[in-house]
């Protein structure tokens, strides 16, 4: 049991150091802030019909435990995952499996560990619950039971569920790369909105139970909510919400006992993956190791005789010489291989793709030349998001594979780092062409500007999503929920024309979206640039220090 206990508190500091710790906690905190707003603010968190509560401990507890459900098991997932692929790089997974401590034990250490730091996150969204609730000043007085009960019903089941996907797509061969962040973002979302029903599984997120009770609060004080709905999630509203006097929420027993059975489920989930876990056991996968191939004969490392040239096995030739390359007297300008640059970044996002992903490619354009073409946005989409992690390679590759160092001496970095944007443009442009085609085909302009800024903005958030966080799972989590957004029809953020009504754009201008595009760029180049010259951002932070200081 101590050994276990270690083994947890070990991961949990690994995991708070991180820098994606501190980001996705500050976050909290300000949603925390954002939860409870202004008494005349016009953006709310929760709206029942126009009305909220007091802010008193029940209310405000309620509503920060709802949004901090919903926002911890969206990013709290790429906060704690990779645990188990930190152990199999650094050798330490194998050093623990020589040891008596057997896979299910560990990996409900692992689920330990996820479920800690997520916690510490509610923790620290309670506290900030509290300070709110004194600093708005409708009630003052914090009560701890009141304040801290929504968390622990509707938030720590979700956290639970959180932490044991985790540990499974980290475990589960097709999942454990970018494909799981990718397939997370949609499925988190899909559960958490599937989970605002009624009729939900095992109630859901509890949200109904909460609007239940405001409604039957509202219909005590004489104020007709029916024809009103439950909003969750952070929305303008034309008046300010009128505040009521809610006596709290109290969860029933079957709502107590369906929250008992989601941690159950949880603790299952975590240790289902022992089925197929290879204990870090090269032989057992290729995820630590492709086995070696039935039949073939094993690898022997040259000995000392193959290398000696006069040794009893070696050969007694000689190395041949090699002659100096003529040095050019003129070496081309850094532009004027632009064109060789953008070749090269797109072999290399492009290459050792599969078959069946140039097939899914075919398909896309076949089904955008064949359809009406009013189908074209949503084919369109649907081909948009084909390559995502094709694109989470931008800005991020280099580092990857070794090569950070030797790119940052290309004498011309604005041209290499403008090439690899222009490379994930390529991209855009060629799985997106079969739409594009039937958009100016059928004379819709305004669907072909909204293609031309998509295919200029979806490189950009990646490339500077992958230059900020030198990883590509922010932008498998960014770029797939704002998809998803689009795929349901939320036009403020229709980066490519999809959302329409009566045929013309509902989302923002293409000319707003390229600005925005060209915005993200110039910001990666800028993050770029600083980490390129450490010394002179040195030399200029101590340069405002001395002016501060006069």
């Not at 909220?52 to 029940?58: H, K, Q």
């Not at 056991?281 to 094993?298: I, K, L, V």
Request: charged fraction near 15%; glycine fraction near 12%; hydrophobic fraction near 55%.
């Amino acid at each position: 049991m101590r050994g276990y206990a270690r083994l947890v508190l070990g991961d949990v500091r690994e995991r708070v150091r991180r820098p994606v710790y501190l980001v996705t906690l500050l976050a909290t905190v300000g949603l925390g802030y954002v939860a409870v707003p202004a008494v005349d603010s016009h953006w709310t968190v929760v709206d029942v019909a126009g009305h909220r509560g007091v802010y008193d401990s029940a209310y405000v507890g309620t509503v920060t435990a709802l949004a901090g459900a919903l926002w911890l098991t969206l990013a709290g997932f790429y906060v704690v995952r990779n645990t188990v692929a930190r152990d199999r790089e650094t050798g330490v997974g194998e050093l623990l499996a020589a040891t008596r401590l057997r896979s299910p034990a560990y990996l409900l250490a692992k689920f330990g560990g996820n479920l800690t730091v997520l916690v510490s996150m509610l923790g620290v969204l309670a506290a900030t619950a509290a300070v709110m609730q004194i600093a708005r000043g409708e009630a003052v007085w914090v009560d701890p039971v009141r304040l801290l009960t929504p968390y622990l019903v509707l938030a720590l089941p979700l956290m639970a569920l959180t932490a044991a996907a985790a540990v499974v797509f980290e475990t589960a061969p097709v999942l454990r790369g970018g494909a799981g962040n990718v397939v997370w973002s949609v499925a988190a979302l899909t559960l958490l909105l599937g989970g605002l029903s009624p009729r939900a599984p095992l109630g859901g997120l509890g949200a109904a139970s909460v609007a239940e009770s405001f409604r039957a609060s509202l219909a005590a004080q004489g104020v007709d909510a029916s024809a009103g709905e439950f909003s969750l999630g952070l929305t303008y509203v034309d008046e300010p919400l009128r505040a009521i006097e809610w006596p709290g929420w109290e969860p029933s027993g079957e709502l107590m006992a369906t929250r008992l059975v989601i941690l159950a489920a949880a603790v299952a989930l975590a240790v289902l993956p022992a089925l197929w876990f290879d204990r870090f056991d090269p032989a057992r996968g290729a995820a630590g190791g492709a086995p070696r191939p039935r039949g073939a004969a094993p690898h022997t490392p040259p000995g000392p005789e193959d290398a000696s040239p006069d040794g009893a096995g070696g050969s007694a030739t000689a190395p041949p010489r090699l002659e100096p390359l003529p040095c050019p007297t003129r070496s081309p300008g850094a532009w004027a291989v632009f064109p060789r640059l953008v070749a090269g970044e797109l072999r290399m996002l492009l290459g050792g793709r599969s078959r069946w992903w140039w097939g899914g490619v075919a398909a896309i354009t076949a089904a955008a030349l064949l359809l009406p073409a009013r189908s074209a946005p949503m084919v369109l989409l649907l081909a948009w998001i084909w390559p995502v992690l094709v694109w989470s390679g931008l800005g991020t590759r280099a580092r990857l594979v070794g090569l950070d160092v030797l790119f940052a001496s290309y004498p011309r970095a604005a041209a290499r780092f403008l090439a690899e944007w222009t490379a994930g443009v390529a991209v855009a442009a060629l799985v997106g062409a079969g739409p594009l085609v039937r958009m100016v085909a059928s004379g819709d302009a305004a669907g072909a500007s909204a293609w031309a800024a998509g295919a200029l903005f979806v490189p950009g958030l990646a490339l500077a999503l992958g230059v900020v966080s030198r990883v590509g799972r922010p932008f498998q989590a960014v770029y797939p929920l704002l998809w998803y957004l689009v795929l349901n029809g939320v036009s403020p953020v229709d980066f490519l024309g999809a959302v329409r009504a009566d045929g013309h754009l509902t989302g923002p201008p293409p000319l707003l979206v390229a600005a925005v595009a060209l915005g993200l760029l110039g910001t990666a180049a800028a993050v770029a640039a600083a980490r390129s010259r450490p010394g002179a951002l040195r030399a200029a932070a101590g340069a405002l220090r001395e002016r501060s200081s006069r």
